[in-house]
């Protein structure tokens, strides 16, 4: 019997999540990947903590039936809500999402306050400011929910001067005054990094899809090649053109519906 060659899982509610597998390609890269896009469900943000567990316990299981041993959580509403219900269900394989990871970070950083955009079910959740209040006390966490910005970057108004408009709109929250470092709490907001920059004034951003990488670089000691594949929920045009115009991604984005 030929044993397959072990994989990394990754899935996300949409395009987020390939801004960690990026990252990922680039700290691991020849290592095989499963991407799941569930953009059926798109966006996770705005779904309950019930329904958010019961896709991504689904998702994981077509992972795990792929042969991923390790499972990235590249979404952040999912790794609030669903964390520690994957890794009950499945304790036999490893998981890293991309909220501990970029805690550890916050906390280590000489920083007073550090701002949030999320997600509505991330916000909602607390993850980040509990974790970080553990792990250092000393540094403030305030998380802003920014519901607006996954379906403008879904849509496609990336570089059009819209997504500008809408995230100064969030910057200019109070809750947000005085900040010195910004978390891109959802995985799509890592594409908001240029517009961000402009607007901020000598506050940092956090690379978190890196930081994340980093940390699953550590858990893999595989070094077999492979290929990478990609599946979606429900394929869109939209979709399949931004993944190939941001990621370069002209793979076959194979159509597996687990649920409806």
Known sequence: MI??????????????????????????????????????????????????????IKIVQFLKDQGCDLIVIACNSASASAGKVLEGRFPELTFVNVIDPVVDHLAQLEKDKVGLLGTRATVRSEAYSLKLAEKNPEVSLCALATPLLVPLIEDGFLGTGIDSDVLAHYLNDSALEGIQALVPGCTHYPLLKNVATALLNEVQWIDAPTIVAEQVAKHWNNNEVGEDTFYLSDRTDNFLSISHKIFKIDANWELVRLSE
């Open 3 to 56: 044993r397959s060659v072990p994989k990394i899982g990754l899935f996300d509610s949409g395009l987020g999540g390939l801004t960690v597998l990026s990252a990922l390609n680039n700290a691991l890269p020849g290592v095989p990947k499963v991407y799941y896009g569930d953009t059926l469900h798109l966006p996770y943000g705005d779904k309950s903590d019930t329904a958010i567990q019961g896709y991504s």
